[in-house]
């Protein structure tokens, strides 16, 4: 099949005021801001576009698992051990609402954190293989 799907090319995420958490996007997770108005602002991060979109009250990108608990739906990537504990640290040290790390019972290690609207992102110590590939092929 030649028509599969490639990559995740944009987020959105919903949020009380896009002015407020468009800056704190970019001051605390360093999202560059490629456009603003009043109803949506466009970041990009990680690779990726994310649309900060002023949603109803309330709202935010968790769900609730079959056990009861309020879940994430995206995870990021750091490269390595050191590098999740040094951006953990860095979060802490800004006073954003995160978690401690984890071990899960697979391999790497993670944390949650979450934005000014309760919206959760986990962050994961182990960087997909195929991103290694593409990373090792970028920097020969």
Not at 10 to 30: E, M, Q, R
Not at 32 to 51: G, P, R, W
Not at 98 to 125: C, M, P, Q, T, Y
């Amino acid at each position: 099949m030649n028509n599969k799907l490639l990559r995740v090319g944009t987020t959105y995420i919903p949020v009380a005021n896009v002015d407020i958490s468009a800056k704190w996007y970019v001051n605390n997770l360093g999202a560059v801001l490629s456009y603003q108005d009043e109803e949506k602002v466009i970041l990009n991060l990680a690779d990726q576009s994310f649309f900060l979109v002023k949603a109803a009250e309330n709202q935010n990108s968790n769900f609730t698992d079959s056990n009861g608990n309020e879940r994430f739906s995206m995870t990021f990537e750091v490269d390595g051990l050191d590098a999740l504990e040094e951006l953990h640290n860095f979060f802490k040290g800004r006073e954003m609402h995160v978690g401690n790390i984890e071990n899960r019972g697979h391999v790497g290690r993670n944390f949650v954190f979450a934005d000014l609207d309760g919206n959760k992102f986990d962050v994961w110590s182990e960087l997909s293989p195929n991103f290694k590939e593409v990373q090792n092929l970028i920097s020969k």
